[in-house]
């Protein structure tokens, strides 16, 4: 019986049965062997910048310091065992818990008000401007920002003004007697004057520790103290200090200023019964006064030091400063990724949330948020990776003898590296980094592909 059955086309034209031909057939474009040429200096460049480090950070985290001695995992143990690691991971961990969350939570806020306030471009682009400074310069600014002295350092500057708007500072803080016996400390603080007084005496009041230019401007010559009537006490408090030297200690000599505005108060039986200012000779009056004894003592107000302002760069609040500045930086980013997330959400769904009577703050919680979360997990994750890689604002902002309370792991591992110079341990330090960055990383990943599927 002849063979009825018909060959299939590519036969019929002698094409060959299967292979690439086969598969390509009808395909457009260049050959797939072409692409990995278009690829290879981008792969050669990878290999070289990123994998050949870590597979020599491997390799060499098993060696010791001077890379002689294959020491096995010797620096792992040492890592673990020493008390600058166990401090990095501690702060990591403080910086990994709050300042994701911190930056995220305030480039939501930001980026609400954008959608708010007629200004909106203007606004992005200061909160956005922080990321075209490096983390160098962001340290410097940060460092500047953070000095003790309130006459260099804006955030002890403000801190200061509003302190002592509140609880002015005594015109006198280092006013103090001559000799630690002329004026015991009152009870209350301040000064007192060991004798007591009754109506119609005098008391004068020498002080020193205060430079002459440092007098109020209104200062005068000061007064000899006379006595006043019978119902009154009367004094003197002045600077008991000739400029050019000479003079009596303890007498008001022509040149020696007084003390005006100093707070005077009699006191009676622990109680305040009055209280004077002194005038610009430093004469003082107290009128109407009983005759029982009294005690004349200087108000803890008139020494009253200035507020100094917070130690931002001190071992407590170091890195917590370090984070407001990151948050500074980190903010316009987390803001612009947000502020695209928001435009992308329907408007409709806002809407019938609103007709269906929600508040404001009921829309932002329930329907906001909830369709901004793949943005918002993003930003974190984001947020994670460079966190755990911290290393240029701790390094900058840190003052040398507090860098050790302020350590992290990236600053370790430098520290370890380059200060001591012991190779081995510091690359055991990055190879440890990048085990606690790998999961963020292929989460992140994870979390694209699911978004493109």
């Given amino acids: 019986m002849a063979d009825t059955r018909q060959p299939p086309p590519g036969a019929a034209q002698g094409a060959p049965p299967g292979g690439e031909d086969e598969d390509r057939a009808g395909a ?99 909160v956005f401007m922080p990321m075209a400074v490096s983390f160098l310069a962001s340290g410097v600014i940060f460092r500047l920002v953070y000095e003790q002295d309130p006459e260099r350092g804006l955030a002890n500057a403000v801190i200061t003004t509003v302190q002592d708007t509140v609880s002015p500072a005594g015109a006198y803080p280092d006013a103090r007697p001559r000799e630690e016996g002329d004026l015991p400390a009152a009870p209350g603080g301040g000064y007192e004057v060991p004798e007591q007084v009754s109506a119609g005496e005098t008391v004068a009041i020498g002080l020193v520790g205060v430079a002459p230019e440092d007098l109020p401007g209104d200062a005068a010559p000061a007064a000899v103290p006379q006595p006043g009537g019978p119902d009154e006490i009367t004094g003197t408090v002045w600077l008991d200090f000739t400029p050019g030297g000479g003079g009596e200690e303890g007498a008001v000599d022509p040149e020696e200023r007084g003390l005006p505005g100093m707070e005077v108060q009699l006191v009676s039986d622990g109680q305040v019964e009055a209280t004077a200012g002194a005038e610009p000779d430093g004469s003082f009056v107290f009128e109407d006064v009983g005759s029982g004894p009294y005690t004349v003592q200087l108000s803890e107000r008139n020494f009253t030091p200035p507020y100094a302002g917070v130690s931002w760069l001190g071992p407590t609040l170091v890195t917590p400063a370090i984070i407001g500045a990151y948050l500074w930086v980190w903010a316009g980013f987390a803001m612009v990724l947000i502020a695209a997330g928001l435009a992308a959400i329907p408007r409709d769904a806002l809407e019938a949330a609103r007709v269906d009577g929600a508040t404001e703050w009921q829309v932002f919680r329930r329907v906001t948020v909830p369709l901004l979360s793949p943005v918002l997990m993003v930003v974190f994750v984001t947020l994670m990776i460079y966190v755990l890689k911290i290393f240029d604002l701790v390094f900058v902002i840190a003052p040398g003898s507090v860098q050790a309370d302020a350590n992290v792991l990236a600053l370790e591992m430098w520290r370890v590296a380059f200060g001591i110079n012991d190779q081995g341990l510091g690359s055991a330090l990055a190879v440890f980094l990048l085990l606690l960055v790998i999961p963020a990383m292929i989460f992140q990943i994870r979390r694209f592909r699911r978004e493109e599927s």
């Avoid at 911190?102 to 200004?119: C, S």
Wanted: proline share 6%.
């Fill in 28 to 126: 457009l474009g260049p050959p797939r062997w072409l692409s990995l040429v278009f690829l290879l200096p981008a792969l050669l460049f990878l290999g070289a910048y990123m994998v050949y480090p870590i597979l020599f950070s491997v390799y060499r985290s098993l060696w010791d310091a001077a890379g002689t001695e294959f020491v096995w995992f010797d620096n792992y143990v040492k890592m673990f065992s020493s008390p600058g690691t166990f401090i990095a991971l501690r702060n990591n961990a403080v910086w990994l818990v709050v300042a994701p969350i911190v930056v995220t939570v305030a480039g939501l806020i930001f980026a609400v008000l954008t959608e708010r306030i007629k200004w909106a471009t203007a606004f992005k682009l200061i």
